[in-house]
């Protein structure tokens, strides 16, 4: 393996190390914000309000707001993905500049 390889897969070998951290540091957060919001709602509502709610009505609308959000965001994602693939074609990717998703992630996806 060439010195230029060898780096590169270091490189890669410490991004997927932080990407690791970060998607732990996300579950955590996750944990807590899930863990805050129970206490509040025990708080606002009662302990054990949730056994006498509608939760699967609740769920439903719920649901439909968080495919609304998806869809947002898959639309926001579309267009960010074209600007990118744009900027890519004007500038291809260097050493020093734009990263590519698939350079990031080191698989395509």
């Known amino acids: 393996m060439t010195e230029a390889q060898e780096a590169a897969s270091y ?16 579950n955590h ?4 914000e899930m863990i805050r919001k129970e206490q509040v709602g025990a708080e606002k509502y009662g ?7 509608a939760t699967v009505e609740m769920a439903m609308d719920e649901i439909t707001d968080w495919m609304n959000y998806m869809r947002f965001t898959y639309v926001k994602l579309f267009i960010m993905n074209k600007m990118l693939k744009r900027m890519n074609e004007q500038r291809p990717a260097t050493q ?9 992630f080191g698989d395509g996806r």
């Open 96 to 104: 020093e500049g734009f990263i590519s998703t698939s350079q990031l």
């Open 47 to 53: 302990e054990l309000a949730f056994l006498g709610n």
């Open 11 to 26: 490189e890669n070998r410490q991004t997927r190390a932080d990407l690791a951290r970060l998607v732990e540091e996300a």
């Open 29 to 32: 957060h996750l944990d807590r």
